[in-house]
């Protein structure tokens, strides 16, 4: 298996661009989770979804982010427009409902000049 | 509510050393109990897991033991090496839902 995939792994975009991230999670994973990673903040969940279906986004920052995932087997992350402490690395990771472990992709390294 | 706390860092030690990070975990219920370890510019890797009280994790050398009457699931390793610095987290699941709780992460750095 390829594990999580995530795309790009790193993106350098000026201040009030629009960013997009993507993630594949493994395949039959039913649960999916964003998390943002930063030295002061440590790891947070932004949101994850079950089935596709959104059902935590409280950790989301504000109204420009967003997150979708339109099949199992793709989601997206999008800043819009991005802002220089959305600096971070954003990690997303999957896992089966259950007892079972999260599953990391290497992450995106995000810096917003 | 569900939260891990875990010991700050950084910590230091040189190669051979006995090494101890402490976690302890607030929850309803009897959640699951993780170790995830990152290593510099990749994700989090599971390092070992506890499902239930009483039940040791081991893996590389590492090991924690899910303590019940103490909230806790300290990581232990009695001799490390260059190769294990990294950071490492504590994690929980909780029995009834389908979110991890991690801690705020324990850089280890190992000495030659």
């Known amino acids: 298996d390829a594990g999580v995939i995530q795309s790009p792994r790193h993106e350098v975009t000026e201040m009030g661009q629009e960013v997009t991230l993507r993630c594949k999670p493994i395949s039959g994973h039913n649960s999916l989770f964003w998390y943002r990673q930063t030295m002061m903040r440590g790891l947070e969940l932004l949101i994850y979804f079950n089935n596709n279906v959104p059902i935590d986004d409280s950790g989301m920052p504000e109204d420009r982010f967003s997150a979708k995932m339109p099949n199992a087997s793709f989601s997206t992350l999008k800043i819009q427009p991005s802002e220089p402490r959305d600096s971070a690395v954003y990690f997303c990771?999957?896992?089966?409902?259950?007892?079972?472990?999260?599953?990391f992709g290497p992450g995106t390294r995000l810096t917003v000049t | 509510g569900n939260s891990v706390t875990q010991m700050e860092g950084p910590v230091t030690l040189s190669e051979e050393a006995f090494l101890t990070i402490n976690c302890t975990y607030t929850a309803t219920g009897y959640p699951s109990l993780f170790w995830y370890v990152q290593y510099p510019g990749e994700g989090l890797q599971l390092l070992l897991k506890?499902?239930?009280?009483?039940d040791k994790g081991s893996n590389k050398g590492f090991e924690a033991t899910y303590r019940k009457e103490t909230t806790s699931f300290h990581l232990e390793k009695g001799s490390v090496q260059v190769s294990d610095s990294a950071v490492y987290f504590c994690a929980s699941l909780s029995n009834t839902g389908n979110q991890f709780y991690f801690g705020t992460g324990t850089s280890l750095t190992v000495i030659p």
């Open positions: 990771a999957s896992r089966t409902t259950g007892l079972y472990e999260q599953y």
């Open positions: 506890a499902t239930k009280a009483d």
